[in-house]
């Protein structure tokens, strides 16, 4: 006997009565019958991703999972947690609205790269050939044959949906027949003279963001770009979660795996459209990503990536045809995947290189990409390691009780003076915190002394903070609470508060890049002052405030070297094998050059952690 759960989203208008078998979760019920509920944690009730409000039949009594994460509020206001749900009875629940995407501070790809040594060498070359076309029934010839009379190719040179296309091609224009080839492979034969049609795509999968760029191979032009965020995140917002979610179960992987293609197929169709290509002229396509988001595009099952000692399946670049991954470029469209590292640190750890050339530097740089799955590389020329950060989704307002992503309304800036002052993106009003506010939030209660160098919030102490600032400082309930704006403050419509919680999920973020950093450093035996630079890359670091991020240890102080933001230095790196197979070759030499080390394992690790875990003292 099956129970009708009744789902209702408002944006966009759906109203959906499931069958449900009693006792599965709100959110497994969603999830299965392909409506989007976020579950950033994976369903494991430590986020508030996917709450639901229940609109009509019983409304559970709140567990304390519910009143942790979501707070007396909105669980007054009919609020629960869909991954901690189960059906017993017909109810209908309403799903939070998602965010809206465009509002989204996603770091684009920006202007395509000039690096030293870089030359454009795209490996996709164009030429008009006329066929001759068979002519004599007692002379044996084929088109094929005809074809690579004209280009000089070999039969293994012609894949079979080139041959489907040939024989309309070769008769349909007496002009000629315009040929496409990368590395003697012939992708396309086209009618008529389209030589001057030559695309590609530079492709960024990241555990949160998506980023696409599409390019002109011969002049590197940047014709289009966008953004978008990565459709598996509903499935769990961390690297952990997200395979969990597949782990030997193929239905799940297979979600995974569809998801990330119909996404980088809209970003084509969206692409396309905006530039006025053709999707059949784009014929080179370069995809970069961690190891996890590398495993799923290719539909390979990550369950021992997640599992000690964290082998992935395989490190080697490959190139493969679009067909085979069913993306709606050019059937034969060659799919250059760089190459895997080791663990989590995949081809966006290589690509981070290649945009900073942190492998050529005379000086030892550190490069911090800061994200769901952070990545840190340390080097110069002579030697290069990197190691993986899973910071989590906390600086992205994951796990936190009014965080929230970047979007319009987001508190993005923080000062803390005798009281708090904020500003929201688009000014408008504040509906949570993203990751840059939390970061400005915490550096400025560290300064005042309303949270101490172990992270806790200073109830008892506050009567000697300015009494604006004491008055936000209060316990509700058990917990401590900063209160970051009243109701009508900032124009939020309701309190939007900072947690004891909250401020440990910082620490455990900034913890994992920081350990990163200074892991990184114990194993080059070198101390900070051998730094020259650190490089902040990434969609998120490039917006959080320098200041801040070393206030509170995110990242070290440079006695004397600099910090500089990179922007979006794995899509920059994508960008810059597509238009460089010079640079393709040069990723593998580079990923063969990294050394991984794996914080996890290193005898130092826990020393190193517990110590990044705290704030630094003030001086
Ligand atoms: S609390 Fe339900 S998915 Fe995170």
Not at 283 to 306: A, F, R
Not at 564 to 587: D, F, I, M
């Amino acid at each position: 006997m099956t129970v009708a759960l009744t789902v209702v989203a408002r944006d966009p208008g759906v109203r959906r009565v499931l069958d449900v078998d009693p006792g599965t979760t709100i959110l497994r019920a969603a999830h299965a019958h392909g409506i989007d509920i976020d579950a950033v944690c994976g369903g494991r009730g430590r986020c508030t991703s996917c709450r639901v409000k229940f609109v009509a039949g019983t409304i559970p009594p709140a567990t304390l999972g519910d009143r942790v994460q979501l707070g007396d509020d909105l669980v007054r206001d009919g609020y629960r947690l869909a991954c901690q749900w189960a059906v017993t009875e017909p109810v209908t629940v309403e799903t939070a609205p998602p965010l809206d995407e465009r509002a989204f501070q996603i770091l684009g790809a920006g202007a395509t790269p000039s690096r030293p040594g870089f030359k454009i060498d795209a490996g996709i070359a164009k030429q008009l050939v006329r066929v001759e076309l068979p002519r004599e029934e007692h002379h044996q010839t084929s088109d094929v044959e005809q074809l690579l009379a004209a280009v000089g190719a070999r039969e293994a040179d012609v894949p079979a949906s080139v041959m489907q296309a040939l024989p309309q091609a070769i008769r349909d224009d007496a002009g000629g027949v315009t040929v496409t080839t990368f590395a003697g492979r012939i992708l396309a034969v086209e009618r008529g003279d389209t030589a001057a049609m030559k695309f590609g795509l530079a492709i960024d999968v990241g555990t949160t963001t998506v980023v696409s760029t599409l390019i002109e191979l011969e002049s590197g032009e940047q014709l289009a770009s966008v953004s978008g965020l990565n459709p598996q995140a509903v499935f769990g917002g961390d690297l952990m979660s997200r395979i969990a979610f597949a782990q030997f179960n193929p239905g799940n992987l297979r979600k995974l795996h569809t998801r990330i293609i119909g996404l980088l197929n809209q970003h084509i169709e969206h692409l396309t459209r905006e530039s006025g290509v053709l999707p059949k002229w784009i014929y080179k396509v370069v995809v970069v990503g961690n190891t996890c988001m590398h495993h799923l595009l290719l539909g390979i099952d990550p369950s021992w990536v997640g599992l000690a000692p964290y082998a992935p399946v395989m490190r080697h670049a490959m190139v493969l045809p679009a067909r085979e991954l069913f993306l709606k470029v050019a059937p034969e469209a060659r799919v250059c995947l760089l190459p895997l590292v080791a663990g989590f640190v995949g081809a966006d750890a290589v690509a981070v290189a290649l945009a900073t050339r942190i492998h050529d530097g005379e000086d030892l740089r550190v490069a911090v990409d800061i994200g769901t799955n952070g990545e840190v590389l340390l080097g110069s020329r002579d030697r290069l390691w990197a190691c993986s950060a899973p910071a989590g989704p906390a600086l992205e307002g994951g796990q936190i009780r009014h965080g929230m992503r970047g979007a319009r309304g987001a508190i993005d800036r923080v000062t803390v003076d005798d009281d708090l002052h904020l500003h929201t993106i688009g000014e408008a009003e504040a509906l949570g915190i993203c990751g840059s506010g939390l970061i400005d939030l915490v550096a400025g209660l560290l300064d005042a002394g309303a949270i101490d160098w172990t992270g806790l919030i200073q109830v008892d102490d506050r009567d000697g903070l300015p009494p604006r600032l004491r008055d936000r400082i209060t316990m509700r309930g058990e917990e401590r609470t900063v209160i970051v704006a009243r109701a009508g403050e900032a124009g939020a419509p309701r309190e939007i508060v900072l947690t004891q919680d909250d401020v440990r999920q910082v620490q455990l973020a900034k913890g994992a890049i920081a350990s990163g950093i200074a892991m990184l450093q114990r194993v080059a035996r070198i101390g900070p002052d051998a730094l020259t630079e650190l490089l902040l890359a990434g969609g998120f670091g490039n917006y959080v405030s320098i200041a801040s991020a070393q206030r509170i240890g995110l990242i070290p102080v440079l006695p004397r070297g600099t910090v500089r933001y990179v922007g979006n230095a794995a899509a920059l790196g994508a960008q810059l094998c597509l238009l460089s197979e010079g640079e393709r070759a040069l990723a593998e030499r580079v990923a063969e050059r990294m050394e991984h080390v794996s914080l996890a394992t290193h005898p130092d690790f826990e020393e190193i952690f517990v110590d990044a875990m705290n704030f630094p003292r003030p001086a």
